[in-house]
């Protein structure tokens, strides 16, 4: 097993070995080309990591009896390993930056490939969406700025802590930690939560009430480092009365009698859908892992998974309530299948895109390869008795 928690392909005595020998080529490569990891860039990388052991783990302590080493070891560890990923992949992003792949050269892999390599895809689905957010009475916003206000004005009083208050009260996956978000680019925030964030200057104070897609906000400063910010925020939602749903619902039961043809769903995804992601591209929904409009059955949404399985093409749901993913405010939606591709291998008809990236990750292989190659014949290299039966990755380590 790796670091990183990646299983060995092959023998241990001599991969890791061989491992090690090419990272030392790379590094080497990074002094010529003046290549170096951004300190902030990976210090923040280092904090998300730790957040994900704390989060999975329960407690910072739990952490250090996982790794059997105080969390100033483990982060001096991780800052390491992953300024040395930087570095190795920077160079590698080089080698390969003018790599380009035709459709010919697409079709001329696939032929290549041996049959039982060619990938299997899953059942596919495209499916669209209307979706619309019950409106919220105004007395419920209220009365979440009026908690938000009391919050802030007693840590600005100094009668309570933030993360104390973040603990108790956050609505946010960051609660566990005080509310404490680790270090961030601008870009990695929507703009309105940006905007406030990096224009805290003073830790004791709290923020205005920051209003997103997400809820309501207050912010507290912990750190600026260069370009980057350390936050702790209180996210609070307001909540969806059963009686507002309804409505929604009898809304879009009314909507979804009138939608006889494609069009007519595609015209009301335009002018009636909350969706951001999907109201302009006639409701189609968007896999986020793949760009694709193209859905494995476990990649969708719960409520829409359980909605298409039985639907046939062209057929329109019945209105329900799902959770918005990046919201997690409860919405009401209806969906229609647009398409269902059966299980198959993969043909360049149906999956060119996944085979162009088959294609590349190996034409990029290939040049990495004789990199490394061309390299291991200009560098001195001694292999230790019981290395030289190993049957390395790369050739020329034996002379």
């Given at each position: 097993?790796?670091?990183?928690?990646?299983?060995?392909?092959?023998?241990?005595?001599?991969?890791?070995?061989?491992?090690?020998?090419?990272?030392?080529?790379?590094?080497?490569?990074?002094?010529?080309?003046?290549?170096?990891?951004?300190?902030?860039?990976?210090?923040?990388?280092?904090?998300?990591?730790?957040?994900f052991?704390?989060?999975?783990?329960?407690?910072?302590?739990?952490?250090?009896e996982?790794?059997?080493?105080?969390?100033?070891?483990?982060?001096?560890?991780?800052?390491?390993?992953?300024?040395?990923?930087y570095i190795?992949?920077?160079?590698?992003?080089?080698?390969?930056k003018?790599?380009k792949?035709?459709?010919?050269?697409?079709?001329?892999?696939?032929?290549?490939?041996?049959?039982?390599s060619?990938?299997?895809?899953?059942?596919?689905?495209?499916?669209?969406?209307?979706?619309?957010?019950p409106?919220?009475?105004q007395?419920?916003?209220?009365?979440?700025?009026?908690?938000?206000?009391?919050?802030?004005?007693?840590?600005?009083?100094?009668?309570?802590?933030?993360s104390?208050?973040?603990?108790?009260?956050?609505?946010?996956?960051?609660?566990?930690?005080?509310g404490?978000?680790?270090?961030?680019?601008?870009?990695?925030?929507?703009?309105?939560?940006?905007?406030?964030?990096?224009?805290l200057?003073?830790?004791?104070?709290?923020?205005?009430?920051?209003?997103?897609?997400?809820?309501?906000?207050?912010?507290?400063?912990?750190?600026?480092?260069g370009?980057?910010?350390?936050?702790?925020?209180?996210?609070?939602?307001?909540?969806?009365s059963?009686?507002?749903?309804?409505?929604?619902?009898?809304?879009?039961?009314?909507?979804?009698?009138?939608?006889?043809?494609?069009?007519?769903?595609?015209?009301?995804?335009r002018?009636?859908?909350?969706?951001?992601?999907?109201?302009?591209?006639?409701?189609?929904?968007?896999?986020?892992?793949?760009?694709?409009?193209?859905?494995?059955?476990?990649?969708?949404?719960?409520?829409?998974?359980?909605?298409?399985?039985?639907?046939?093409?062209?057929?329109i749901?019945?209105?329900?309530?799902?959770k918005?993913?990046?919201?997690?405010?409860?919405?009401?939606?209806?969906?229609?299948?647009?398409?269902?591709?059966?299980?198959?291998?993969?043909?360049?008809?149906?999956?060119?895109?996944?085979?162009k990236?088959?294609?590349?990750?190996?034409?990029?292989?290939?040049?990495?390869?004789?990199?490394?190659?061309?390299?291991?014949?200009?560098?001195?290299?001694?292999?230790?008795?019981?290395?030289?039966?190993?049957?390395?990755?790369?050739?020329?380590?034996?002379?």
């Amino acid at each position: 097993m790796k670091q990183d928690g990646t299983p060995i392909d092959g023998d241990p005595y001599c991969v890791i070995p061989e491992e090690l020998a090419v990272q030392k080529l790379y590094l080497h490569q990074a002094k010529l080309d003046t290549i170096e990891a951004p300190e902030t860039q990976v210090a923040a990388q280092v904090d998300r990591r730790i957040k994900f052991f704390e989060d999975n783990l329960g407690s910072r302590e739990k952490v250090e009896e996982y790794f059997h080493k105080p969390i100033a070891s483990l982060r001096a560890q991780l800052i390491e390993m992953m300024r040395t990923q930087y570095i190795i992949e920077q160079v590698q992003s080089n080698l390969t930056k003018d790599l380009k792949v035709t459709p010919n050269d697409v079709r001329k892999y696939y032929e290549q490939l041996p049959e039982d390599s060619i990938p299997f895809v899953p059942m596919q689905v495209e499916v669209q969406i209307i979706s619309i957010n019950p409106v919220i009475p105004q007395q419920e916003i209220d009365d979440v700025k009026a908690r938000l206000r009391d919050y802030a004005d007693r840590v600005n009083r100094g009668d309570a802590e933030f993360s104390t208050l973040a603990i108790m009260y956050s609505e946010d996956g960051s609660a566990m930690q005080g509310g404490e978000l680790g270090f961030h680019n601008r870009a990695d925030f929507v703009p309105e939560f940006s905007n406030v964030a990096f224009s805290l200057n003073d830790p004791k104070k709290v923020s205005r009430i920051v209003e997103t897609e997400y809820g309501y906000h207050i912010i507290q400063l912990i750190e600026k480092r260069g370009d980057q910010v350390n936050v702790r925020h209180i996210l609070l939602r307001p909540h969806v009365s059963s009686k507002d749903l309804t409505e929604a619902v009898t809304r879009l039961d009314s909507l979804r009698s009138h939608l006889t043809t494609p069009a007519h769903f595609e015209e009301a995804a335009r002018l009636i859908s909350q969706d951001k992601d999907s109201r302009n591209n006639k409701g189609i929904m968007v896999n986020q892992q793949t760009g694709s409009s193209r859905f494995e059955m476990k990649d969708l949404p719960p409520e829409v998974a359980n909605h298409v399985e039985n639907m046939a093409v062209g057929d329109i749901s019945e209105p329900f309530i799902m959770k918005d993913v990046k919201s997690n405010r409860d919405v009401v939606a209806i969906v229609r299948l647009k398409e269902r591709v059966e299980g198959h291998k993969a043909t360049l008809s149906d999956d060119y895109n996944m085979l162009k990236q088959m294609a590349t990750e190996h034409a990029s292989d290939q040049i990495i390869r004789a990199w490394v190659e061309k390299k291991i014949a200009s560098t001195y290299v001694r292999i230790e008795d019981g290395w030289n039966e190993c049957d390395f990755k790369y050739k020329g380590w034996v002379k």
